[in-house]
């Protein structure tokens, strides 16, 4: 029986490279813009959801941010950091009761995850893992 | 559970013997020795006699007859038979199934099988949930079938709101008080005299006035039984959901009131006696399935079926509806998209569906009549949101099909005929907390019902389902109003409360907000006020209470937004907002008189 590689993780916390797994992943474009402090990296997937991530010099992913008609594949770009949204999610809404908008605030992780209709936005970053010079709000 | 009343008796009971038959050496006699799958039936079951014939050298094996009680033998073999009861039986009694040997047709065998008598099902006139003015009567009257004594039903009402007059053993009329202070839900129960287990009820809500076939009551309350931990601020209606074209009815409650969404899902696990049918490709006999997705990578998976949907005096006929299914398997990736919360039980759901009523005529539309699903829109794929799967279930690598408007999970609103054109919600004040609230769910806007005029409110023009709200100097141009959020969201520098509540705010007390919001293009423009309250202070001094005034959390990060749109750049005026107001929610591309076309928001 032939094995498969497993795709590497990807996105956030991952390399460059995961971005190429996003992007094949997405059936996206790829537009990659060059900065001081970061690369952004902007994937246009297939339902017309933008997925930028945001590359520091040493190449590692530090942020995500998506905007568009549909969620875009969390487990996919939240990579390693999924299973600790996951946990944080589904705790949230055992104690939470009701829908709303989604924040994750943790000391190693925040995810935001709102919108409506068709209509959604979010972003996902480690706040301890910025590179010099970056701030929260350059994720967007 | 009805008990046995007929005879029983055990297979295989009876030997016969023969000398002399056919093909069969003399001294070995042939027996025949009979057994059945079940021994007792109710009406039109089925089950397979099974024969077991010993020296049959000829392995004739036996014939089938039915000797007495009637009903039906099919697939005969040589050794076996299926046979199904009648499919009506006033009395208990039980049917003889004779086996007759082949080769030997003096040797014969029987077995009996109860038949249980059909049970006594009640049903009521009117069935769907009956709104009526303080002082207003309703005639209700009871068919009952298999009730072979004739003996019918006994009424009552509960609370004891109102009272019942001229009852008979079919009919009774209930007389509603002639004033009542608030929404008031009356359930009126018709008891089976011969068979007292046997009930069926109507929902009666009486209205202090102004009540109207148009108008559905609003709970907001802990939610449905089965959940555990009380619902916060989610508005409830019941939804008679029907086998279209019949009086093939469930009523059920705890189904979501939620404006930030288009059509009716329902969870398969409270309608199991309900055959809708379901939508197939005519191509491959493939059913198709419906998917939505949460904000939290919770979702919803199941089949796009077709029912009449009953609310209040209004009826939306064929409506293509999602039933949520009960299984966590064959579902496609690009559905789960990594979520792992299948929210298809009333715990998860917090509810046993969701009525989306909101701007749009399906859950594909965006404004302009714009549809996602059905392949229209060249710049872009298909929304995540339809599916075909055989019976066997969808592969995880299946992809998303596009599907005509027609077919898409519709909104009902846009269905219900002269009052289609939109919805208003009409709840009291909430200062704080309460335990629950009632309010009306008002169908139509300026029609003729006269019941759905804007009156004082004002009405916000929109760009992409969405006007713009004006807050703590961000410029919040993608702003919604969506009876389905829980509390308010915005992004603001407010403390955010420690884990688990880090959803909701945390100030250190009562912190008073305004806001503006401002219709597409500019104008109108309103000027709201509001208080946030400590969410966990909150929860903890309110137990068990379900309509919170004061609630609301973060939206994203305050500050972010910016003029490409990118960042947190929406006000959610959830539920909290519509406390103490008539909120309009009108359809896209419906036209309401004096005010223009759909889709606006109107307060």
């Not at chain 2, 884990?499 to 401002?518: D, H, I, K, Q, R």
Request: proline share 6%.
């Amino acid at each position: 029986m032939l094995m498969l590689p497993l795709p590497a993780l990807a996105a956030l916390g991952g390399d460059v490279a995961s971005v190429h797994e996003d992007q094949a992943q997405m059936k996206g474009s790829l537009k990659t813009t060059e900065g001081a402090t970061f690369t952004l990296h902007e994937i246009k997937g297939a339902a017309g959801t933008v997925v930028r991530e945001y590359v520091s010099p040493e190449g590692a992913v530090f942020g995500v941010a998506w905007q568009g008609p549909a969620i875009p594949n969390l487990q996919q770009i939240l990579g390693s950091y999924f299973d600790t949204f996951s946990e944080a999610a589904q705790a949230q809404r055992a104690a939470h009761r009701g829908r709303g908008a989604l924040y994750i605030q943790q000391p190693g992780l925040v995810v935001e995850s709102t919108g409506h209709a068709h209509t959604f936005s979010g972003r996902a970053f480690d706040p301890g893992k910025l590179p010099q010079g970056v701030t929260a709000n350059d994720i967007r | 559970m009805r008990a046995f009343s007929a005879v029983l008796l055990v297979a295989g009971l009876v030997f016969l013997v023969a000398c002399g038959g056919g093909g069969t050496p003399a001294g070995i006699q042939i027996t025949i020795s009979l057994s059945a799958g079940a021994t007792s039936l109710n009406p039109g079951q089925s089950t397979t006699v099974t024969a077991v014939v010993a020296n049959d050298s000829s392995n004739k094996g036996v014939s089938w007859a039915i000797s007495s009680g009637g009903g039906t033998l099919s697939n005969q073999t040589s050794t076996s038979v299926t046979y199904t009861a009648p499919a009506s039986v006033p009395t208990a009694t039980s049917a003889t199934i004779t086996a007759t040997s082949v080769a030997s047709p003096s040797v014969m065998a029987s077995i009996q099988i109860a038949l249980q008598t059909s049970s006594i099902t009640i049903a009521l006139s009117p069935v769907a949930p009956q709104t009526i003015n303080q002082g207003a009567t309703v005639p209700v009257t009871a068919k009952l079938t298999n009730d072979t004594s004739n003996k019918g039903v006994t009424w009552s009402i509960s609370p004891q709101v109102g009272s019942l007059s001229s009852p008979t053993s079919t009919s009774v009329t209930y007389d509603a008080p002639s004033s009542v202070t608030s929404n008031t839900l009356v359930i009126l129960t018709a008891t089976s005299v011969a068979s007292t287990a046997t009930t069926a009820t109507l929902e009666i809500t009486v209205f202090p006035s102004g009540a109207a076939p148009n108008v559905a009551a609003v709970t907001v309350d802990a939610g449905p039984a089965a959940t555990t931990n009380a619902s916060a601020n989610t508005p409830y209606i019941s939804v008679t959901i029907c086998v279209p074209g019949t009086q093939t009815c469930q009523t059920v409650d705890h189904i979501e009131v939620d404006t930030g969404s288009s059509g009716l899902r329902i969870l398969q696990s409270v309608i199991p006696g309900l055959s809708l049918p379901s939508l197939t490709d005519s191509s491959n006999g493939d059913t198709v399935f419906n998917c939505v997705q949460f904000l939290d990578t919770s979702y919803l998976w199941g089949p796009v079926q077709q029912a009449d949907i009953r609310i209040g005096g209004e009826v939306a006929g064929s409506t293509y509806i999602q039933t949520i299914s009960s299984s966590n398997t064959g579902i496609p990736a690009a559905c789960t998209n990594g979520g792992t919360i299948n929210e298809n039980t009333p715990e998860l759901l917090e509810a046993n569906g969701i009525i989306g009523v909101g701007l749009e005529p399906t859950d594909c539309y965006a404004q302009g009549l714009i549809n996602l699903c059905d392949g229209s829109v060249q710049t872009q794929g298909l929304l995540p949101a339809y599916f075909e799967c055989p019976s066997s279930g969808c592969a995880s690598t299946d992809v998303q099909i596009p599907i005509d408007a027609l077919h898409q999970v519709t909104n009902p609103v846009a269905l219900i005929g002269a009052d289609g054109n939109g919805v208003i919600i009409q709840l009291p004040v909430v200062t704080s907390a309460d335990a629950t609230v009632s309010g009306s769910l008002i169908f139509g806007i300026n029609t003729a019902a006269g019941n759905n005029g804007l009156g004082s409110a004002t009405a916000f023009p929109l760009s992409g389902d969405s006007f713009a709200t004006n807050f703590s100097n961000q410029a919040l141009t993608d702003s919604f109003i969506d009876s389905g959020s829980n509390g308010l969201f915005f992004p603001s520098t407010i403390t955010v409360c420690p884990p688990p509540n880090s959803s909701f705010y945390c100030p250190a007390g009562l912190t008073a907000e305004s806001a503006s919001n401002v219709g597409a293009g500019g104008s109108p423009t309103s000027i709201v006020t509001f208080n946030v309250d400590n969410a966990d202070t909150l929860f903890n001094s309110n137990p068990g209470d379900a309509a919170f005034g004061t609630l609301a959390g973060p939206q994203g990060t305050a500050n972010t937004c910016t003029a490409q749109g990118t960042g947190s750049c929406s006000f959610d005026w959830g539920l909290p907002f519509f406390y103490g107001r008539s909120v309009f929610t009108a359809i896209d591309g419906a036209s309401v008189t004096n005010v223009g076309t759909g889709p606006f928001w109107a307060y």
